[in-house]
C-alpha cells in the first residue's frame, strides 16, 4: 500500500483486517471485518449498506452497488437480522476496489489521507480479538444502525480496537461521517481564526487548516473521552437498554475540541 491509498491485492487478506471499499462516485465506503474462509462480518441496516429512514437514503442508496439479480449460493442473508451480516467477499466488495484500513499510523501520514475513513492513530488489537469480536456481534448484534452515528465503520474500528466514545449512558464512535461532516464544522464554528483574514487564499488556507486539526483532535486514537469495553460487556449493555448510541451535537464536538 501506498501513502495515499491503501488499495490491497486479495492474496495479502489476512483475517482481522479491517477492509473497506469505495461505492459509486465515492460518496461513502463500507467497511467490515475480513475472518477467513472469504468472509467479511460488517454491520448494515437490516441488510441495506446504508439508510437514515428519511429522504437521504434517495442519494445513498443510489451510490450503493447494484446488486445481482441472480443470488449468491455462498451468502445467507434472511430478512430476521441484528444489523450485523456475514458475506463472502465478492458480494462485500459488489464490484469494487479492495481496501485496507491502517491503524497506528504517524500524524503526518494522517494527515496527508485528507479523506476521513482510511486511517486512525489508534493500536489495534490482535487479529484473533478482532475476528473473536467480529464473531460475537454477528451473533448478538452491535445496537442500532444509524448512518451518523453507528454505522459500518464504528462497527470496524470497534472490532478493532474496543474502543469506544462512552459519556454516562452513550456510546459513539468516530467514523467518517463525524470527520467528514460534523469534526469540520465544529471546529469552524468554534474557531477565531475565521476572523483573521477576509483575502480568499487566507480564507481557503485557513480552512484547510481548521479541517486537517478537527480531522486529527476527532480521530478515536487522540480522544480523550474513550474507554476499552469488552465486547460481551458490550452486548449486554445494549441489550439491557444502560447504553444507547449517542448522537453526535455540533456543541459535543465543539466541547471536544476545546478539551483535546
Wanted: a positive charge; charged letters at 15%.
Amino acid at each position: 500500500m501506498g501513502l495515499l491509498s491503501n488499495r490491497l491485492d486479495r492474496a495479502s487478506l489476512k483475517p482481522g483486517d479491517h477492509i473497506y471499499s469505495w461505492r459509486s462516485a465515492y460518496i461513502y465506503a463500507h467497511h467490515g471485518i475480513y475472518v477467513g474462509d472469504d468472509k467479511v462480518v460488517h454491520f448494515t441496516r437490516r441488510g441495506q449498506e446504508v439508510g437514515t429512514g428519511t429522504v437521504l437514503d434517495v442519494l445513498l442508496v443510489s451510490s450503493g452497488p447494484r446488486r445481482s439479480l441472480v443470488p449468491c449460493t455462498t451468502c445467507t442473508h434472511t430478512d430476521d437480522t441484528n444489523g450485523v451480516v456475514s458475506s463472502c467477499l465478492s458480494c462485500f466488495l459488489s464490484g469494487g476496489v479492495l481496501y485496507r484500513f491502517e491503524y497506528s499510523v504517524s500524524p503526518a501520514v494522517f494527515l496527508a489521507k485528507a479523506r476521513g475513513g482510511t486511517c486512525t492513530l489508534a493500536v489495534s488489537d490482535p487479529d484473533e480479538i478482532v475476528v473473536h469480536r467480529a464473531k460475537y456481534l454477528l451473533e448478538n448484534g452491535f445496537g442500532c444502525y444509524n448512518v451518523f452515528k453507528n454505522n459500518c465503520e464504528d462497527f470496524a474500528i470497534y472490532c478493532k480496537t474496543g474502543l469506544l466514545v462512552v459519556d454516562q449512558r452513550t456510546m459513539g464512535q468516530s467514523g467518517q461521517a463525524v470527520s467528514i461532516i460534523g469534526g469540520p464544522l465544529a471546529a469552524v464554528l468554534s474557531t477565531p481564526l475565521r476572523l483573521v483574514t477576509t483575502n480568499v487564499y487566507g480564507m481557503v488556507a485557513t480552512a484547510v487548516g481548521v479541517y486537517c486539526t478537527s480531522r486529527y483532535m476527532a480521530d478515536i486514537g487522540m480522544r480523550r473521552d474513550v474507554m476499552k469495553v469488552g465486547v460481551e460487556d458490550l452486548t449486554r449493555r445494549i441489550a439491557t437498554g444502560t447504553i444507547t448510541v449517542a448522537e453526535p451535537s455540533i456543541q459535543a464536538l465543539v466541547a471536544n475540541n476545546n478539551v483535546s
